[in-house]
């Protein structure tokens, strides 16, 4: 038996585990999709500790997870400060501010707590600048930015007043507790800006739901082509093709949704030719957020090929819904 993602010819004993088309991490639908004897037991180990681990708890996606209940909060664990998500306060006394997410057993419930950072009040307003402890800018950026003699124009979140003294000290600042303390509570419920960077990690994980989606359509000994060689050889070995097998598009797949605003609770995935009829392409969108268009085969060589398909999987009863043509 040959695996669609190393290739390599292995006996029936290394294809024991259920190759999940969407990962459950996203949520356990009735008849899932799933590939069955043709992922072997390495590559599906690999997946799950390499990509979808940084897919489910590093990407906005991922957070929706526990917003929507497919996880409970207890379940949460913070990525740490190597994720790829930045929350900042989007209003209050302290906007602007870092924080992260961590579970409380308290709260029984995920809380967001100040991350440790420094805050320099910008001359003339009330509002400050927050830098973590390790991105202070040098002396010189701080006295040309910021009036350092003004009262409180230091404010210190998320760590000890003496971890902050000794940062700064570094940079030849100096100066005296104020009394400054984060004001949130646990379980507040504050307004929060979400940035992140999708890196090759992220994009390798959407590649392997697309890949996966069209195998499940298409069989296994259609995948085994060579023409799909450059998906296969990113999601599992990280190499790179000569054009982006991912891509983020603004738009919704549904043609009767905004591209910013209410939409549908739940994940889309679908195949069909590109534009140009030169090129088979799928669109995966998970909590129908972001839309991202992967290249499952550039220059598809057989124009014959026929492989238009659409699922909806509708997080709210865990059915799993054919769209209509035309989407």
């Known amino acids: 038996?040959?695996?669609?993602?190393?290739?390599?010819?292995?006996?029936?004993?290394?294809?024991?585990?259920?190759?999940?088309?969407?990962?459950?991490?996203?949520?356990?639908?009735?008849?899932?999709?799933?590939?069955?004897?043709?992922?072997?037991?390495?590559?599906?180990?690999?997946?799950?500790d390499n990509l979808e681990i940084h897919l489910a708890r590093e990407t906005i996606e991922g957070m929706k997870r526990f917003d929507h209940n497919l996880k409970k909060a207890k379940e949460?664990?913070?990525p740490?400060?190597?994720?790829?998500?930045?929350?900042?306060?989007?209003?209050?006394?302290?906007?602007?501010?870092?924080?992260f997410r961590e579970y409380s057993n308290v709260e029984n419930n995920i809380i967001l707590k100040p991350a440790a950072q420094i805050g320099f009040k910008k001359s003339g307003k009330s509002e400050y600048d927050y830098f973590l402890l390790e991105d202070i800018p040098e002396n010189e950026h701080l006295l040309k930015t910021y009036d350092l003699k003004q009262k409180k124009s230091i404010v210190v979140l998320g760590c000890v007043f003496e971890e902050a003294q000794k940062y700064l000290a570094e940079k030849e600042i100096f100066f005296h507790a104020d009394g400054s303390e984060y004001p949130m509570t646990p379980g507040a419920d504050i307004g929060c800006k979400v940035e992140w960077a999708i890196n090759q990690t992220i994009y390798r994980g959407i590649a392997k739901i697309a890949f996966n989606y069209f195998a499940y359509w298409a069989g296994s000994k259609t995948v085994l082509h060579e023409v799909f060689n450059p998906i296969r050889q990113y999601?599992?070995?990280?190499?790179?093709?000569?054009y982006p097998i991912v891509i983020t598009l603004e738009k919704a797949i549904l043609g009767d949704e905004p591209?910013?605003?209410?939409?549908?609770?739940?994940?889309?995935?679908?195949?069909?030719?590109?534009?140009?009829?030169?090129?088979?392409?799928?669109?995966?969108?998970?909590?129908?957020?972001?839309?991202?268009?992967?290249?499952?085969?550039?220059?598809f060589p057989d124009k014959t090929f026929c492989l238009r398909k659409g699922n909806f999987f509708n997080v709210a009863n865990q059915e799993i819904m054919e769209l209509a043509p035309g989407f």
């Open 76 to 78: 949460y664990k913070s």
């Open 80 to 99: 740490g400060k190597n994720s790829r998500l930045t929350i900042k306060l989007a209003e209050g006394p302290f906007k602007g501010a870092y924080a």
């Open 1 to 48: 038996m040959k695996c669609i993602y190393c290739l390599k010819d292995l006996p029936d004993s290394s294809f024991r585990k259920t190759e999940h088309v969407l990962s459950q991490s996203f949520g356990k639908f009735k008849n899932n999709f799933t590939l069955n004897k043709i992922v072997c037991d390495a590559c599906n180990q690999y997946f799950g």
């Open 259 to 299: 591209t910013v605003g209410k939409r549908r609770l739940g994940h889309l995935l679908t195949i069909d030719w590109s534009k140009n009829k030169l090129s088979l392409v799928a669109q995966v969108s998970l909590f129908n957020l972001m839309t991202y268009s992967v290249i499952i085969a550039k220059d």
């Open 235 to 242: 999601v599992r070995y990280g190499e790179k093709a000569a």
